[in-house]
C-alpha cells in the first residue's frame, strides 16, 4: 500500500484523510501512510457534509480514503456532491476548484465509483513498484516528523487539527500498554473509533508495541463486544463509561462469559465510581485502568495501573506517564501547584505534546504556553501519594451567585442513586444568580424516580447552593461519535426544556386564578406541583 501511493504521486508532508469506520484497510492506511512519511488526517465517522466540507479545506487534503458510510451517511454520494469534477474527470487529472488541493479519492472496497481508485487498484500498482523508492523515503523520516492529524471532536468548540507526530503516539502507546500489563498473549477488543487518540494511540499503538491481537468491531454495539469478548477470548476492553453502561445493563449481558478479561480502559469522560465497580465485578476487569489526557497530548497524561487498589481506580485518573511533565496551575496566577488536595489546572509538558493546531497558531498560543506547557483547561487535585483527580473543566465548572460549584462532585453523588442509570451536571443561565444547576437523568427501565425525590436526597447530603434546581429525566444523552458527552448540548437541551416547562406552569397559574377554589381541578392537574402556593 506504501508504494502504491507512492506510485500515484504521494510523498511525505502530503495529507491523507482517511473516513471511514473501524475497517481493517484503516490499519492499512496508517502503517501505509506512515511508512511514506505522509500525514494521516483522521475524519470523524459521524461527520455530515458540511463538516466534510470544512476538514477538506482546513487540511490541505491532497487524498481521501473513504468507505461505504456510517448509519444514513452515504460517504460516496457526500464526496461527488461536495466534487462533482470527479465524476467528470479521469482520476489521473483530478482538479475541484472548491479544493485545490485534492488530487486522488480512494474506496475502500471492491466497488467501483467514478473518478476514485480502490484499494486493491492501489495495491496491484505497489506489487509491482520496487523497494527503492519507499526505502529512500523511510530512511528520510525522523522521530518528531508529524504523522498524523486528528480533528478534536467539538465538544467544547470548533474542530481544530490537532498535528502529531511519530515519537508521541508510539511512547504514549506502549507506555498505556505497560500500565495494563500487555504482553503478546494479550486481546484487546477495541470498540472505539479509529479517528480518535482513544483507538489510535491506546489502543493500536499500545497492542503493536507488545504484539497482542487487537479485535476491532466496525463500530460499538454492546451485544457485539460481549459476543467479541467471549469469542475471542478477550483479555482487555476499552470503553468510555456509557459504553460500559450499555454493556453490563444490557438485557442479555448475563448469558456472555466474561472470565477471560482481566484489564482495559475506561476513559475519556468522568468515569463514575458505581461504573467503576461494575466493570471491576461484573465484568471481572479486577485490572481496569483509568487514562486521562487530551487529543493534544497524543492523548495520555496519567494513567492508574493493574495493581493499584480499589480507591485509586475509582477516586483517581493514577500518575504521570513515564517522560510526560504534568503540573498542576494555578488558573489565575499560572503558579505550579505543589501542595496535596489544592486544585488547578492540569497541564502537560513533554515528547507526547502536539506540534500545534494546523494553520491556526493563534489558537495554539492559547493552550501552549511560552514555557511549553500544554493547557488542557480541565481541572484536578493531587493527592498525597501523587495521584491525580479530575475535579471538572473550566468552562464546565457552574458559578452561582458566587460560588463555585464542581458537576463531577454531583454527579458521583447521584449515581449510585437506585434507579439512576447515568447522570450529568451542567449549569444553566439565570437572571438572578448567573448559573443555576440542572441535572440529566437516564433512569434506569422502570425505575419510579420523581424530580422530587432526587432534590430531597441532594439536600440530605450536600451544601443546599449545590442542589440542582432542576432535574430533567431523558432517555439518551447527546454524544460525539466518539462517545463523548457534548455538555454544551445538554445545556441546550435544558434551556428548551425549561422554557417548555415554564410556559407550562405559567398556563396552570392563569387556570389557578380562574379556578383556585375547585379542589376537582388540583386533582387533576397536581402532576408535579405540591401546592398551588408554589407557582404564585
Known amino acids: 500500500m506504501a508504494k502504491g ?12 484523510g ?64 461536495l466534487v462533482p469534477e470527479l465524476k467528470d474527470m479521469s482520476r489521473e487529472r483530478i482538479h475541484s476548484e472548491k479544493f485545490p488541493h485534492l488530487r486522488d479519492v480512494i474506496y ?61 503516539l508510539l511512547n504514549n502507546g506502549f507506555f498505556i500498554g ?68 450499555a454493556e ?28 467503576m465497580k461494575r466493570a471491576i465485578e ?36 493514577g500518575y504521570e506517564l513515564p517522560g510526560a511533565e504534568v503540573a498542576l496551575k494555578d488558573p489565575e496566577t499560572g503558579e505550579i501547584i505543589t501542595e496535596p488536595g489544592r486544585i ?29 506547557w500544554l493547557h488542557s483547561g480541565d481541572l484536578g487535585c493531587r493527592d498525597e501519594n501523587g495521584y491525580y483527580i479530575v475535579t471538572g473543566r473550566i468552562k464546565d465548572m457552574i458559578i452561582r451567585g458566587g460560588e463555585n460549584i464542581y458537576p463531577r462532585e454531583l454527579e458521583e453523588l447521584l449515581h449510585p442513586l437506585e434507579g439512576v442509570k447515568d447522570v450529568q451536571v451542567v449549569g444553566l443561565p439565570d437572571e438572578k444568580y448567573g448559573e443555576i444547576v440542572a441535572a440529566f437523568i437516564i433512569p434506569e427501565e422502570g425505575a419510579a424516580l420523581t424530580e422530587e425525590y432526587v432534590r430531597d436526597y441532594a439536600i440530605e447530603h450536600i451544601s443546599r447552593y449545590k442542589v440542582p434546581k432542576y432535574v430533567f429525566f431523558i432517555k439518551e444523552y447527546p454524544l460525539t461519535a466518539s462517545g463523548k458527552i457534548q455538555k454544551f448540548r445538554l445545556k441546550e437541551i435544558g434551556v428548551e426544556m425549561l422554557q417548555k416547562r415554564l410556559e407550562e406552569e405559567k398556563e396552570l397559574k392563569s387556570m389557578w386564578k380562574n379556578r383556585k377554589n375547585d379542589d376537582g381541578f388540583w386533582k387533576m392537574h397536581d402532576r408535579r406541583i405540591r401546592h398551588p402556593s408554589e407557582i404564585l
Open 5 to 16: 501511493l507512492l506510485e500515484i504521486g504521494f510523498g511525505k508532508g502530503d495529507h491523507i
Open 18 to 81: 482517511i473516513w471511514a469506520k473501524n475497517v481493517p484497510d484503516w490499519l492499512t492506511f496508517q502503517f501505509a501512510a506512515a511508512r511514506i512519511g505522509a500525514v494521516l488526517v483522521t475524519v470523524n465517522t459521524a461527520y455530515k457534509s458540511s463538516e466534510l466540507e470544512y476538514v477538506l479545506s482546513q487540511s490541505d487534503m491532497k487524498a481521501l480514503a473513504i468507505s461505504d458510510g456510517y448509519r444514513n451517511t452515504d460517504y460516496a454520494q457526500v464526496v461527488y456532491e
Open 108 to 168: 475502500i472496497g471492491p466497488e467501483k465509483h467514478r473518478g476514485m481508485y480502490t484499494t486493491n487498484e492501489i495495491m496491484l500498482l505497489g506489487k509491482y513498484s520496487d523497494d527503492s523508492k519507499l526505502n529512500a523515503v523511510i530512511d528520510s523520516i525522523k522521530p518528531e516528523d508529524i504523522v498524523n492529524m486528528q480533528y478534536t471532536s467539538g465538544t467544547t468548540g470548533f474542530p481544530k487539527g490537532v498535528m502529531l507526530c511519530h515519537k508521541g
Open 178 to 245: 505497560e500500565r495494563q500489563k500487555f504482553t503478546k498473549e494479550d486481546r484487546l477488543c477495541l470498540p472505539v473509533p479509529q479517528f480518535h487518540c482513544f483507538g489510535v494511540t491506546l489502543g493500536t499503538m499500545a497492542i503493536i508495541t507488545h504484539g497482542g491481537t487487537l479485535v476491532l468491531l466496525e463500530e460499538f454495539d454492546p451485544l457485539l463486544a460481549l459476543a467479541a469478548i467471549q469469542k475471542e477470548k478477550c483479555t482487555a476492553i476499552y470503553g468510555v463509561p456509557t459504553m460500559f453502561i
Open 248 to 275: 453490563y445493563t444490557h438485557p442479555m449481558f448475563k448469558m456472555f462469559d466474561m472470565s477471560s478479561l482481566r484489564t482495559g480502559i475506561m476513559a475519556g469522560s468522568t468515569c463514575p465510581e458505581e461504573c
Open 282 to 317: 461484573d465484568m471481572n476487569m479486577k485490572g481496569i485502568t483509568s487514562v486521562y489526557g487530551l487529543t493534544e497530548a497524543s492523548p495520555g497524561m496519567t494513567q492508574t495501573s493493574c495493581d493499584d487498589t480499589f480507591d485509586q481506580k475509582v477516586r483517581t485518573v
Open 344 to 372: 488547578g489546572e492540569f497541564c502537560a509538558r513533554g515528547y507526547n505534546v502536539m506540534k500545534g493546531y494546523y494553520n491556526m497558531p493563534e489558537e495554539t498560543k492559547k493552550v501552549i504556553d511560552a514555557d511549553g
